[in-house]
């Protein structure tokens, strides 16, 4: 699998606010990654009632139902054009998405939320840390990510729901569960549904990211400031490890094989369905983990 999850700036944030409209929308952000990231991506279908609506380089899921959608993430500010475009590829119509669901609010994955939500009129949902992040406009010091010279940014949505673990949300017979997996972000959530094909109905996750990417100076092991997040992050990674699993998809699709997998898809040999999916996902996090306490610890 490739890292480009892992890419940061010498500690820094991947990138910080380059355009405004206004105090509280973001038009575009710029940063290392971010041309690479936003390269358009033709829209395709994952299994049953679940498409892939996002960017080259950063997920957005759609999933379908009669009674309206539901979108997982809006990518980066620029990157709202783009899904929203997919979208209506597909046939489907962005006033028809009821629920929009964030994994975490950095400008990554929240930053086309505000757009998305404006065109769509739907209801956005995040983890209770997720909303105050989305509703502030700004990442805190309690994100390993937070760098105080280098604030990063999303386009404040003023109504976000909040979501506990575990508690399910409907539109029609869709139902989409919430599953907090603290680590990378105090909100970090991933997210789980059934999708059917062919007769069978399938597990499907959303895989928030399980990289400990921080600031410089930051440390998961806690420090004057904070926390030991070690335990909890590990924690995260083991529920993911756990879950029920046909289908997984992760935020950066990189981390899953996602474009390896649509282009190996046929007509009739699914390529996304693995139930070891997650299994393999949470291993390589765990790998990731370790190496990074141990380098802590090390002083």
Known sequence: MKTIGLLVLAGALLGTPAAWAGDD??????????????????????????????????????????????????????????????????????????????SHAHFDHAGGIAALQAASGAVVVASAHGAQVLRDGTIGPDDPQYDPAHPSRVSRVAKVRSVADGETLSVGPLQVTARLTPGHTPGSTTWTWTSCEHGRCLDMVYADSLTPVSADGFRFTGDANHADRSVAFM????????????????????????????AAKTATHNTFIDPDGCRKYAAEARKRLAARLAQERKG
């Open 235 to 262: 924690a995260s990674i083991d529920k993911v490890a756990a879950l029920k699993c046909d289908v997984i998809v992760s935020t950066h699709p990189d981390f899953t094989d996602t474009m390896e997998k649509q």
């Open 25 to 102: 929308a973001i038009s575009v952000i710029k940063c290392s990654n971010c041309a690479e990231w936003n390269q358009p991506q033709r829209p395709f279908n994952v299994a049953g009632n679940t498409w892939y609506v996002g960017t080259g380089g950063l997920s957005a899921l759609l999933i379908t139902g009669l009674q309206g959608h539901i979108l997982l993430d809006g990518a980066l500010p620029q990157s709202a054009a783009l899904i929203e475009q997919n979208i209506k590829a597909l046939g489907f119509r962005i006033e028809d998405v009821k629920l929009i669901l964030n």
